[in-house]
């Protein structure tokens, strides 16, 4: 049977509901449909049993505790959530932030709108890798820092953070540390405890979950995290994130967590041989493609090249009704400005714009694997011919 065309591999966008989610959250938009904090009647206390449930599948595959898992509607919302909420609860003791360059724009632009605000914050430089060095983030701290902010695996060019390091240099120094983990929850492993982690992002539809959903991690003791709201209503969440909670949303996430947890070592060999042969073989016709990222200190689902002189954006095009990839991030694609990410660790703005992401995913098997090689092989070699 052949595979379906277009190939998906662009999995760091989003991935596609995994069917044995599906069929755990369809119950709750019709027939379970009751509101979570509704829990005087049966309805309202079988959701909020759900919603108790996922809690838990959350909380146990990042080694926390249930009643630190708070839902939002996304990673981005819990950036916010963890930023600003720290900002102001924290204002008495400081009003310096320290993150990096390669982080999320839901962390950038955070720290620009904290920035207008009259607090400080820093931009730590990475390496050509996209690794930032521990040191200078301990050499970044000060009397007034309150928070460092810096993401577990990047989104782009798939470089893992040494984040256990980094939480225990913010420890040392009594300065509360949060990672955005959206493109590592359900990937690669996660203890909060082991990795002096403190707040702690991720989002459902990373993990073949539903849109619309994700979570935030708060450390509830050694140290005690608060967080001052950023959105006021009914008071849900324990005052932290008001609003009616998305059950079904949160039931599949739950489940997306709880099926990650027993399947992610399977896969990481197969992604590791698939995305190192694939470059292999761009290398072998084109000797001057580039990796961008960490050689091994990766997602190993994630490859991200430049092939120089040639047009990301024209590749894309030219295999779209075959392939499905992506020039960068899912946030950023309809912008012509270059890669922030790609110019921090050194490419030109030009070798940027040739720059292709490869995400794989549990959808892909070794037939799309060869096809996606072929394809993007003929098509590099059209590309050179016209030009």
Not at 131 to 142: F, H, N, Q, R, Y
Not at 198 to 226: A, E
Not at 239 to 254: D, K, Y
Request: charged share 20%; aromatic share 6%.
């Amino acid at each position: 049977m052949e595979s379906k065309r277009p190939v998906y591999m662009d999995h760091h966008a989003t991935t596609p509901v995994d069917p044995r989610v599906l069929e755990t959250m369809l119950p709750y938009f019709s027939e379970t449909f009751g509101n979570a904090g509704s829990i005087d009647h049966v309805y309202g206390a079988v959701a909020a049993d759900a919603v108790r449930k996922a809690r838990e599948q959350c909380a146990h595959i990042l080694n926390a505790s249930a009643d630190e898992i708070y839902f939002t509607s996304g990673a981005t919302e819990s950036d916010n959530i963890a930023i600003l909420g720290v900002a102001e609860q924290y204002a008495s003791k400081g009003d310096h932030i320290i993150t990096c360059v390669t982080e999320h724009k839901a962390v950038l632009d955070t720290g620009k709108h904290l920035q207008k605000t009259g607090k400080s914050v820093t931009y730590l430089p990475v390496d050509k890798y996209g690794l930032v060095d521990p040191s200078a983030v301990e050499a970044a701290i000060t009397d007034k820092t309150v928070l460092i902010s810096i993401m577990t695996a990047n989104n782009e060019i798939g470089t893992i953070a040494p984040i256990k390091e980094i939480g225990k240099i913010a420890h040392d120094h009594g300065v509360i540390f949060h990672t955005d983990a959206a493109q590592a929850v359900g990937h690669i492993p996660m203890d909060m405890k082991k990795m002096n982690i403190d707040l702690l992002s991720f989002s459902g539809h990373k993990i073949y979950g539903p849109k619309g959903i994700g979570g935030l991690y708060v450390r509830s003791s050694s140290p005690r995290v608060k967080l001052s709201p950023v959105m006021f209503g009914g008071g849900q969440e324990k005052g932290v994130r008001s609003g009616t909670l998305n059950v079904p949303g949160i039931v599949g996430m739950g489940k997306a967590l709880a099926i990650a947890e027993k399947e992610m070592g399977k896969a990481e060999k197969q992604y590791r041989q698939w995305t190192t042969q694939m470059f292999d073989s761009f290398k072998d016709v084109y000797p001057s493609v580039m990796l961008n990222g960490h050689p091994t200190k990766r997602l190993a689902h994630n490859l991200n090249v430049c092939f120089p002189g040639i047009e990301s954006k024209a590749l894309i095009h030219l295999l779209k009704d075959d392939l499905a990839i992506s020039a960068g991030s899912a946030c950023t694609t309809t912008s012509v400005e270059p890669s922030h990410v790609l110019l921090a660790i050194g490419r030109t703005v030009e070798e940027s714009h040739s720059a292709v992401r490869f995400g794989l995913g549990r959808g892909n098997d070794g037939d799309d694997f060869h096809f996606s090689i072929d394809m993007i092989i003929k098509c590099i070699q059209a590309i050179k011919k016209i030009s």
